[in-house]
């Protein structure tokens, strides 16, 4: 079956040309055995060593700052800014599958700070609130991780769609959501402390996880396919970004059940 992932099609369409020119003799073909069918020959090969060390610096750095921006108070003046900086940097990432650590690391660096900000605005409200949201954020990436590695459940090409599908319908409900706003207080009430706010935020919630099965499987996939060494920043950064969207939608969440006493 065809892999979705762009950087394995892109290189499957490679090997396909390479196949298009004359019939290779039986030395070349034991060394094409020989070699990672993606990587070139003598390059190292990713492994999920190389992805658990870059994923310890991108999450490194976003604790880092978000720790810093926390520690300062320095508000929504410099937060809203990394904001947009961050989510130009991670669509950039996404879009162009980009393997430069810099973007990555500077992603991690503008978004901790905007997540620093916000988890001290929670905490002012909801004493402790920020604790439980990381503790919640880690049980839910432990049970997932055991959930892949036990096999007791694997993502299969439909179910990558599916996710897809629904995060482009999440996002879309949630910026109707918010053009009801202006309109209306609460708009739909997706974002309120009602019913159907913490259905939508289970939802959000569930969604998270299913992103982390992907990036599981992406890794894997990754890993046995022999990509380059490179391609453990984009494994990273597809975490990275999978808990940042678990540890603000946990957050959110616990916020409705939460006395502001």
Not at 150 to 172: H, Y
Request: net charge positive.
């Amino acid at each position: 079956m065809e892999s979705k992932n762009p950087i394995f099609s892109r290189r499957g369409a490679a090997g396909r040309q390479a196949w298009a020119g004359p019939t290779p003799s039986v030395q070349q073909l034991n060394q094409m055995y020989a070699t990672p069918s993606y990587a070139p020959p003598g390059a190292r090969t990713m492994t999920i060593d190389d992805v658990v060390v870059r994923s310890a610096m991108t999450l490194g750095t976003l604790v880092v700052s978000a720790a810093l921006a926390w520690y300062f108070n320095v508000g929504w003046g410099l937060a809203a800014p990394a904001m947009i900086v961050g989510l130009i940097l991670g669509l950039i990432v996404s879009f162009k599958q980009s393997t430069n650590p810099a973007l990555i690391l500077g992603y991690s660096v503008c978004y901790g700070i905007a997540i620093g900000v916000l988890s001290h605005m929670y905490e002012n409200v909801y004493n402790g609130i920020v604790l439980q949201a990381v503790l919640g954020t880690m049980v839910a990436f432990g049970g997932t991780l055991a959930v892949y590695a036990l096999k007791i459940f694997r993502p299969t090409p439909k179910f990558a769609k599916f996710v897809i599908a629904a995060a482009f319908g999440a996002v879309g409900l949630m910026l109707i959501n918010w053009i009801a706003g202006i309109f209306v207080t609460g708009g739909l009430g997706l974002r309120t402390d009602s019913p159907i706010g913490w259905i939508f935020s289970v939802g959000m919630i569930l969604l998270g996880c299913f992103f982390l099965l992907l990036d599981f499987s992406e890794i894997e996939q990754g890993a046995r396919a022999g990509v380059p060494e490179r391609y453990s920043w984009l494994m990273a950064f597809g975490l990275t970004l999978s808990l940042v969207w678990l540890y603000l939608e946990i957050l959110r969440f616990i916020s409705y059940f939460t006395s502001n006493d």
